[in-house]
């Protein structure tokens, strides 16, 4: 069964800071991955998806994600924070052959001045 | 495009009442799947239907009753409110059969009483 585990409900960094959102997935078939992000009071937006082709995912807002499948981690990086990248971020996995989604807990972003 | 709409944005219920979330899609998609998300919980999966004329169980259907009006449209309906459905929930429409991204809807948050 696909599973997705997020390391850190929150995580705070300066402005200007690396970014780094840990997500670790199970499945028993190869994965399609997603990191979604939600601010306040809104739906969740599509930062990038892992569907089997290149491995290093870029995605919108600087983020990109490397998909690594001995460690079955899809890490959401960014080099430098902004303070509008302070929103709560989801990564997911697909379920085929409907493609339900399974998500993790959430992780929020803070980012300090 | 509007993308996908979901009616209302917020509304508050009394145990026993019962009441329909509308959401409707304009992006011609197959998939529509309806979640509610809790905090720390990330969001489940309630009910999906994978093309018009089906529907299925998700992770938590358990009080929730849906009905795949047409193409377009996609309701969830709580026909006796209790507090634990206490939530946001959130509609989202996918293409088939190459695209594996979900378009989600704004939300709706409804608090039962």
């Known amino acids: 069964a696909q599973s997705v585990t997020q390391l850190g409900s929150h995580v705070s960094v300066s402005e200007g800071a690396l970014v780094l959102l840990r997500c670790n997935y199970s499945?028993?078939?190869?994965?399609?991955l997603f990191w979604y992000v939600q601010y306040p009071n809104q739906g969740l937006q599509l930062l990038l998806k892992?569907?089997?082709?290149?491995?290093l995912v870029k995605g919108i807002n600087g983020f990109e994600a490397e998909f690594k499948k001995s460690e079955t981690s899809f890490h959401l990086t960014k080099p430098s924070a902004h303070m509008r990248d302070a929103a709560e971020y989801f990564c997911?996995?697909?379920?085929?052959?409907?493609?339900?989604?399974?998500f993790g807990t959430g992780t929020r972003l803070q980012v300090f001045p | 495009n509007a993308g996908v709409t979901q009616t209302p944005k917020f509304q508050v219920l009394k145990t026993g009442q019962s009441m329909t979330l509308q959401c409707a899609q304009d992006m011609n998609h197959n998939s529509m799947y309806w979640y509610r998300q809790d905090p720390g919980m990330g969001l489940r999966l309630i009910y999906y239907?994978?093309?018009?004329?089906?529907?299925d169980k998700g992770e938590v259907p358990n009080g929730y009753n849906v009905s795949r009006l047409n193409k377009r449209e996609f309701s969830l309906r709580l026909e006796s409110a209790a507090p634990s459905q206490t939530s946001v929930y959130f509609c989202?429409?996918?293409?088939?059969?190459?695209?594996?991204?979900?378009?989600f809807g704004p939300g709706t948050r409804l608090t039962v009483l």
């Open positions: 499945s028993s078939v190869p994965p399609y």
């Open positions: 239907s994978a093309s018009e004329g089906t529907t």
């Open positions: 989202a429409s996918r293409t088939l059969p190459t695209s594996h991204e979900q378009f």
């Open positions: 997911a996995v697909s379920v085929p052959p409907t493609d339900k989604l399974i």
């Open positions: 892992y569907t089997s082709a290149a491995t």
